[in-house]
T-cell receptor
Framework: GAVVSQHPSRVICKSGTSVKIECRSLDFQATTMFWYRQFPKQSLMLMATSNEGSKATYEQGVEKDKFLINHASLTLSTLTVTSAHPEDSSFYIC??????????????FGPGTRLTVT | AQSVTQLDSHVSVSEGTPVLLRCNYSSSYSPSLFWYVQHPNKGLQLLLK??????LVKGINGFEAEFKKSETSFHLTKPSAHMSDAAEYFCVVSLSGTYKYIFGTGTRLKVLA
């Protein structure tokens, strides 16, 4: 159980265009979803936290107008990279959570999306 | 404030020898701690987690970790390394009472034939 998918797994886009990445919780309703960015050979950097039906909370230094996050339902969150530039090329990973029995907190990660901007 | 430190950025072991990946944490409250593995160009896979139950936690693929409160450590071990264990390993602490994770900087494990 607790499977998270991402689509697409890889995307190449031209500079100046926008690209949308989807994150879905397949077998549970996610109260919260997270978006991370990972540069080569580095750790994950949290970009934003989103709760269904409310605005995302962005981490310091993350441009909210550039990285648009929509969490329209309990099973779907989208990240749109607007006016993409080569420096936006990265590995984007989402995760989803729900409150488990006993109040434990655990994030379930998607397989990631490799974005290349040419 | 909560934080996590992975003491080694790279670890090399020979196949069949023990693996030790070190992690120290800082937390004001009883933390939840996790170890994840990431193979190249792949997402994260949960190896094991500590959530205030048994201090010795057994995970998948023969890995285990021991929560030592007195040493604020959560080191990951495996008795015998396999070539397929070569990957990046992340130690993670969960902020108390929230879903938010703090990631360590990662340890790259290399397994030599």
């Amino acid at each position: 159980g607790a499977v998270v998918s991402q689509h697409p797994s890889r995307v190449i886009c031209k500079s100046g265009t926008s690209v949308k990445i989807e994150c879905r919780s397949l077998d549970f309703q996610a109260t919260t979803m997270f978006w991370y960015r990972q540069f080569p050979k580095q750790s994950l950097m949290l970009m934003a936290t989103s709760n269904e039906g409310s605005k995302a909370t962005y981490e310091q230094g993350v441009e909210k107008d550039k990285f648009l996050i929509n969490h329209a339902s309990l099973t779907l969150s989208t990240l749109t990279v607007t006016s993409a530039h080569p420096e936006d090329s990265s590995f984007y990973i989402c995760s989803a959570t729900y409150k488990e029995v006993g109040g434990q907190y655990e994030q379930y990660f998607g397989p990631g999306t490799r974005l290349t901007v040419t | 404030a909560q934080s996590v430190t992975q003491l080694d950025s790279h670890v090399s072991v020979s196949e069949g020898t023990p693996v030790l990946l070190r992690c120290n944490y800082s937390s004001s409250y009883s933390p939840s701690l996790f170890w994840y593995v990431q193979h190249p160009n792949k997402g994260l896979q949960l190896l094991l987690k500590y959530t205030s139950a048994a201090t010795l936690v057994k995970g998948i693929n023969g890995f285990e970790a021991e929560f030592k409160k007195s040493e604020t450590s959560f080191h990951l071990t495996k008795p015998s390394a396999h070539m397929s264990d070569a990957a990046e390993y992340f130690c993670v602490v969960s902020l108390s009472g929230t879903y938010k994770y703090i990631f360590g900087t990662g340890t790259r494990l290399k397994v030599l034939a």
